[in-house]
């Protein structure tokens, strides 16, 4: 294992195999030499680390429970700063914030706007696997229109989750934050240059960061940085970013694949190739044609 | 000692007699500990607690960091994660605020994070009610946090001290409980210390771990699984019977410097006593007041209140009833389908006090603020005295 790598997040522990949470972790974390404080919402990524009496975590590491990653995280700045004022420390380290799909776009969304609102000196990254995996893959917020899950089963009454996923980069830009982005885990120096900045910035930051997840998306296990390469070479994932509400499209793809490009490789869309659901595949080109243009428009 | 900063205002470092109600009286006590971090979320009614201490802050008073948080599920994870970072942190709740954040209470505890929360207990909805009861604080009671009870505004603003210096010294986390309103709201008779004099006593809080030791870099809040989860349990309830012998030295300590007993419980006229009403609380006051009137007429009345009631001092209230010919148990909460609490706890005293059956009856008061009067508590020695005792639930309404 790569030593620079494991200098916060040590090999190990417990994510599946083919896992990318682990590389995201890494990625952000290694963006910055200040010392950071992690806070982590119940999920994948906390129950693959601390099952005691080990840990993966070679960086101070708080969980509490699901939904209040960011109060948590609040609470860690507020404390920080009462104890510079009391001379107990010297430096402030910068919290990182880590939560699932489940954890941010539902049960901790609440907590992430009031810790936003506040203003509070953060970093909050979502690893967004579109739905709740730790449990065994049900429908989240996050998850995509069509996607079968285990609570939005397709069926001959159902082609699986019948909405579309919430826009979360835009549910935090009405907070008017200073700098937040979307990236993917598939392309590493989009996620690596977009922590660098969130690490940098004063108050709350925000990273969105795509995690295919080979269980319940249903991929083989060497195939997530290709799996996830197809969801921002079809435009369902572009990669950008939102500073001081300036929009920039990080990866302006040339000729975006059709959308079936990217379902195809995936057990969870499987069931849409059926010729009774084709109009949800050409539903979701749809929207993701018009998610597009609306975006390059934000950007002009 | 943390320096509290330069003000207009003057508080002598002295005992001050001042004209309080118990929210004040919370956050005067709060003010003197002056923690590192607190977080605020109003509900009625707590909400005195909180406003007063803003209005410390706002004053120049403290330089706590308040976090004026979004829900009381993030007051309590906002105070989880300071406390857990190395700062001194508190907060306050009531009602339905305290069973939103009920969730994370027992990761306070099982983390043994010395948390105070200062809370108003009040009723529960449906239907929505914000008078003073205790089904708020019996619904959470068996999740690890210590619970004092107390009955006037004195109490308050001495039980928020010793809860700090207790949940401190015993690495779990205290919740100093008034009724609401009729403790939160009414103004009383406070005898305030100086503030040196808190300072001291609480002194410096130095945690054993903390995230911001960069060096010792903590992991916080694991997964234990079959092989370890138990034994952390088991861990966890024999660390939480220390507290005991804990309370009682610092109520020792504490009376000291203020010259006020406090202690596991308080017995009013018991000792000859043969019937005897147990309770805690606001309206342990009329009962007092019943009591003497009875006793004026001859009757071996008296009065147990209970101030420690997580965790449950059994034997030694066993001990204290042990002579009485009967006792009534007086709940201020509701139990549906089962006998209220602390008749329970008060049975089970009983039975751990040894050699015969003691008859026990079960009262209901003061649900959803309802006023209880001395000539309630009168009924209820009548029925003690004329042996009107059996296993039904009796509402003092």
Known sequence: MNKELTKKLSSGHATCQGCGIPAIVRHVLGATDEPVIVANATGCLEVTTTIYPYTAWKVPYVHSVFGNAAATAAGIDAAQKALMKSGKIKKKAKVVVFGGDGGTYDIGLQALSGALERGHDFLYVCYDNEGYMNTGGQRSGGTPYG???????????????????????????????????????????????????????????????????????????????????????TNFWPLYEIEDGKYTINNVVKNPKPIEEFLKVQGRFKHLFADKNKQVIADIQNKVDENLSKLVKKAQ | MKKIPNTKYQIPNTKRVLALNGGYAMAEALRQIHPDVMAVYPITPQTTIIETYAKFKADGLVDTEIIQVESEHSAMSATIGACSAGARAVTASSSQGLLHMAETLPVVSGLGLPIVMCVSSR??????????EHGDVMAIRDLGWVQIFGEQAQDAYDNTIIALRLAEMAGVPVMPIMDGFHTSHTTERVEVLGDEIIQSFVGQFKPENALVDQKNPITIGTLALQNTYFDFKIDQEKAFLKVKTLYKKICAEYGKISGRKHSLFEEYKTKDADFVIVMMGATVGTAKDAVDKLRADGKKVGLLKINLFRPFPYKEVGAALAHTKSIAVLDRAMAFGSFPPLYQDIVTSMQSAGSRKHDVASYVYGIGGRDTMQSHIVSVFRDLEEGEINNKIKYLT
């Open chain 1, 147 to 233: 996607a079968n899950t285990e609570t939005a089963p397709a069926g001959v009454a159902s082609f699986g989750k019948a909405q579309q996923r919430k826009d979360l980069m835009e549910i935090v830009n009405a907070h008017h934050i200073k700098y937040l982005a979307q990236s993917n885990v598939a392309y590493v120096n989009d996620l690596k240059m977009k922590a660098k900045k969130a690490l940098e910035t004063t108050g709350p930051s925000f990273l969105l960061v795509l995690q295919p997840c080979t269980q319940l998306w249903k991929f083989p296990t060497s195939e997530y940085v290709a799996v996830g390469k197809l969801a921002t070479e």
């Open chain 2, 123 to 132: 009723a529960l909805s449906a239907p929505l009610n914000i008078h003073g």
